[in-house]
């Protein structure tokens, strides 16, 4: 078993690899060209989000902090009062900074309950499984690392009871609306009538102090983008020159769409395996889509994916809300 599992892993990081040279190809070969935020998270994208999260301009982190630090008991509360015998599932702990607060919380009251953290990233998983059960004694931890929506499955494949999933820190502004509609059906497919789901949402405001999360003084921001051109030459083998691409960041607050762009600074050829990829002088590279919602926004997507919207939770400046929405 233990050679079958190393090259099973083998053979995982093999297709991994491939996956991500054909969207990397597919997304820079197009009339216009992108690539896909998934990618930021390498062990260098880790770390530079976890320094985007402590910028002064990124106020995303502590508004949702402010929320879980202030307003746990109400959310305990809320789902205590709704469900009975349930697990608790969330989508992208991370290191569990602000959902910590409610994992302490449902055990303080005495509440028992299995918790299902699912990611991408196997360290995270693997890390969790370790830490948690130091810091909440006696807590059930069954990491699941993998795709959201396959993982959620094994989670109902592994126990029966209701589920409240968390899917926080505006993770799901990282798609266009029409996806985050998709993704939210998709997420309602899985769940049954009655089941919770909790979501952080960034909620449009002064457009300024929007673009300055996104463009902070310190540069770890642009790091984070061009870290990505990094990735690309080290893993495939390309020979971007990151000095020959610029950050822009920009905000349409009518459409509430904060779009974040590489831009090459002169006509250049990149080189990736056998491809030759021509930029010309400006030409934009689209690299990640940072949503911004109104709450009317939030209350139709709730509709119109299959769930009843229930309660909401907001910051001091409403800046940023997590809604509880019920499944119908
Ligand atoms: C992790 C998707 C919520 O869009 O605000 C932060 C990622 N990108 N700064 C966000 C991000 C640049 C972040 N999310």
């Known amino acids: ?27 820079l070969t197009a009339s216009s060209k992108s690539l896909s935020a998934k990618y930021f998270y390498d062990a260098e ?19 949702e902090q402010e929320i879980f ?28 900074a602000k959902s910590g607060y409610l994992l302490g919380e449902l055990q303080a009251r005495g ?6 953290p699912i990611d991408i990233s196997e360290s995270i998983i693997q890390t969790l499984e370790k830490t948690l059960p130091l810091k909440f004694p006696g807590m059930r931890v069954e990491g699941l690392p993998g795709d959201y929506l396959d993982m959620l499955k094994e989670a109902k494949l592994r126990s029966d009871k209701q589920k409240v999933v968390l899917f926080m820190g505006a993770s799901i502004g990282n798609v266009p609306p029409q996806e ?5 059906k998709a997420l309602r497919k899985q769940l049954s009538p009655g089941d919770l789901l909790l979501v952080g949402f960034d909620l449009k405001k002064h457009p300024q102090v929007i673009l300055d999360a996104y463009n902070d003084k310190a540069g770890i921001t642009r790091a984070f983008n061009l870290n990505l051109l990094k990735r690309i030459n080290r893993e495939l083998g390309a020979d971007f020159n990151l000095e020959q691409f610029v950050h822009y960041p ?9 779009k974040s762009y590489l831009v090459s600074q002169r006509e250049q050829r990149v080189h990736i395996g056998p491809h030759a990829i021509h930029f010309a002088q400006g030409e934009p ?44």
């Not at 015998?85 to 989508?91: G, M, R």
């Not at 509440?111 to 299902?116: K, M, P, S």
Request: aromatic residues 16%.
């Open 250 to 258: 920009m905000y349409d607050p009518e459409t509430g769409s904060c």
């Open 285 to 328: 590279m689209f690299m990640e889509i940072s949503q911004k919602y109104s709450l009317t926004e939030i209350q139709q997507l709730a509709e119109r994916s299959g769930f009843r919207s229930f309660e909401q939770f907001q910051d001091s400046r409403h800046w940023f809300v997590d809604v509880v929405w019920r499944c119908v």
């Open 69 to 96: 630090e202030h307003q746990v008991q109400d959310i305990a509360t809320l789902i205590c009062n709704h469900t009975s015998d349930f697990d608790l599932v969330e989508l992208g702990p991370g290191d569990t």
């Open 1 to 27: 078993p233990f050679l079958t599992d190393h090259y099973t892993r083998l053979k995982n990081r093999q297709a991994a690899r491939e996956e991500f040279y054909r969207d990397v190809i597919h997304g």
């Open 45 to 63: 994208g880790d770390k530079l989000f976890q320094r985007i999260m402590q910028c002064p301009e990124y106020y995303l982190t502590g508004c």
């Open 180 to 184: 985050a509609l998709g993704f939210c």
């Open 111 to 116: 509440i028992d309950y299995t918790y299902f």
